[in-house]
């Protein structure tokens, strides 16, 4: 079983659009300093504190257009495997998982080793869930959770 991830085609165009505004202001601002068209030291710390902010602006929208870029998450008979949320990768079995809930279009894994992790933008995390649940092994000393 496979999670199936969101991917929105207007979070991208937003994010781009953001990427290349920050860039384009960072741009300007730079070349009406080296064009000599900015004197006087209030309009030279006002072009760095707008410089600044576009290129704080370029950052905020490339980690977030970077978020899970490339993200999966595979259930297989061995155990999961996946990558996601800025390459944070996860191979475990299901022996190691301790816990597993579901919050509005997120998995939260908890692992035996005190690891968490939390894999947001799922379409279909309940399923990925309870596929989980059922592959645990039983709390009493059973071999698996497994129910009819």
């Known amino acids: 079983m496979?999670?199936?991830?969101?991917?929105r085609a207007v979070a991208t165009v937003m994010n781009i659009t953001g990427v290349v505004s920050g860039c384009l202001l960072a741009a300007m601002l730079?070349?009406?300093?080296s064009a000599g068209a900015v004197t006087g030291v209030g309009?030279?710390?006002a072009c760095l504190l707008l410089f600044l902010f576009g290129v704080l602006v370029t950052a905020l929208f490339l980690l977030s257009l970077l978020f899970n870029r490339g993200a999966y998450l595979h259930l297989?008979?061995?155990?999961?495997?996946?990558?996601?949320?800025?390459?944070t990768t996860l191979v475990c079995s299901y022996r190691d998982v301790v816990s597993c809930e579901v919050g509005y279009g997120s998995l939260n894994i908890c692992l035996v080793d005190g690891g968490s992790y939390s894999v947001s933008g799922l379409r279909n995390a309940r399923e990925i869930c309870t596929?989980?649940?059922?592959?645990?092994?039983?709390?009493?000393?059973?071999?698996?959770?497994?129910?009819?």
Do not use: H, Y
């Not at 730079?30 to 300093?33: G, I, R």
């Open 43 to 45: 309009d030279i710390l």
């Open 131 to 148: 596929e989980i649940r059922k592959r645990m092994p039983d709390p009493t000393g059973g071999e698996t959770a497994r129910r009819p």
């Open 76 to 87: 297989s008979e061995d155990g999961i495997t996946g990558r996601f949320a800025w390459n």
């Open 2 to 7: 496979d999670g199936v991830f969101v991917k």
């Open 30 to 33: 730079l070349l009406l300093f």
